[in-house]
């Protein structure tokens, strides 16, 4: 969405850009740390860092920030207010039962997927397979369907200029491999990540499309290697996977 400049409230991107600043990777920043990854100045990142304390967003030594519980407000109220996650949970609840694996809806945010809702067997700990986290897109089976989802032309713009982190020795970080592998899963719809996030972690994912066609999220699987091997779970789970989708349509 676009909005006419006039409307346009500039501290509020900055204050908003402060926060996002702080991830798994820098849980706490001072104010030169903030400014780098925020694009302000000093100055201003140092106030907009005072100024979330004060409300009660980050908390401080003096002279380091960090995220304080309550700015679990938003993806709380989120959650619980957002048509999406409740609309898939039961289906998510009733395939853990029926499979005993683990089942998470997702959604892509820029260069990432957050998981939405999830339900499932706890055997399988990978990292940051919990309600809200955050994944790189180009190392999920869940990213590369939203990503594939993409007309070619917005999916070309989103690799323009971008380096693709390697998570494991099994993620393809190569822009000409990577692109064959989001065409590939465009024609398939569907796609298997193999230890490409996490080692000992197998991915399945589809797309979840509304009635229009348009794909909203995706739904995927996870599981280990060494209990299901991938192509078992391919020929097993794809099609649990493939019914639930259809499933949830009239719903989406």
């Excluded at 999830?118 to 055997?123: I, K, N, P, Y």
Aim: hydrophobic residues 45%; charged residues 25%; positive net charge.
């Amino acid at each position: 969405m676009t909005i006419a400049h006039a409307d346009y409230i500039a501290g509020i991107a900055k204050g908003l850009a402060v926060l996002e600043s702080f991830d798994t990777e820098r849980q706490r920043l001072n104010a030169t740390l903030a400014a780098q990854r925020a694009g302000l100045t000093r100055a201003a990142a140092r106030r907009h860092l005072l100024t979330l304390t004060h409300l009660g967003y980050l908390e401080t030594d003096g002279s380091y920030f960090w995220l304080a519980p309550k700015v679990l407000r938003f993806s709380g109220s989120y959650l619980a207010s957002a048509r999406l996650p409740r609309v898939v949970q039961p289906t998510l609840n009733r395939l853990a039962a029926e499979t005993g694996e683990s089942f998470s809806a997702v959604v892509l945010d820029g260069d990432q997927v957050v998981i939405i809702a999830r339900s499932g067997s706890t055997r399988v700990l990978a990292y940051g397979l919990h309600l809200g986290a955050r994944l790189p897109a180009h190392a999920t089976s869940t990213g590369r369907v939203l990503l594939a989802a993409k007309p070619r032309s917005e999916f070309n713009a989103w690799m323009k200029g971008r380096e693709l982190p390697r998570l494991t020795p099994h993620t393809v970080v190569d822009g000409k491999k990577f692109k064959a592998l989001v065409e590939e899963v465009r024609d398939r719809d569907y796609c298997i990540a193999r230890e490409e996030h996490e080692i000992g972690v197998h991915a399945l994912a589809v797309p979840l499309r509304n009635m229009q066609g348009q794909t909203v999220a995706a739904l995927n699987v996870v599981a280990a290697p060494h209990r299901i091997a991938s192509e078992v779970m391919e020929r097993e789970l794809l099609p649990v996977l493939l019914d639930a989708a259809r499933e949830l349509r009239p719903l989406l």
